[in-house]
């Protein structure tokens, strides 16, 4: 629970206040941050001590009632990518293309973000593949054990009453 937390913190920083814990499942935990509004299900990737690192990469699904945002897909990558680059999300049934930022990636689309929500439910794995800066390929993994329950718990915790 202490590194969901601590990922809370990272994930979001830039306010003073703090988030509500909605729930630990498994590898990934549930958060509602009253002050935005906002609620979402996050993830570290797995740890890979030989692995060059510029950042602590997570996967998130996010929800901002206020925009009307359900599931929205996010990911935050170990590294900074190179120009161009382009991010895949790959399930052991599927695989989509992500649209890039420095170190961050989403779907351009609706219909590529629910692929991956409904291969979150899922799948038992995913990798995050890409293209680092300097032109070495790199992976995140994550176990997605417990996903499901957190992308629902963040729902929940954001849902209209």
Request: hydrophobic fraction near 45%; proline fraction near 4%; glycine fraction near 8%.
């Amino acid at each position: 629970m202490r590194k969901l937390l601590v990922l809370a913190a990272l994930c979001c920083a830039g306010t003073a206040m703090a988030r509500d814990s909605l729930g630990v499942f498994e590898t990934w935990g549930a958060f509602r941050d009253p002050a935005v509004p906002r609620c979402y299900a996050i993830a570290m990737a797995d740890k890979n001590p030989g692995r060059k690192q510029e950042f602590q990469p997570y996967f998130t699904v996010g929800h901002w009632p206020a925009r009307s945002i359900r599931g929205a897909v996010h990911v935050r990558l170990a590294r900074r990518l190179a120009s161009g680059s382009k991010v895949t999300v790959s399930f052991p049934e599927a695989n989509f293309t992500l649209q890039t930022g420095q170190a961050d990636a989403w779907p351009a689309d609706q219909r590529t973000n629910a692929g991956i929500l409904a291969q979150l439910r899922s799948a038992g794995t995913m990798v995050v593949i890409a293209r680092a800066a300097d032109g070495s390929s790199f992976r995140d993994h994550y176990q997605l054990q417990g996903a499901a329950s957190a992308m629902d718990a963040a729902a929940l915790g954001c849902a209209k009453g």
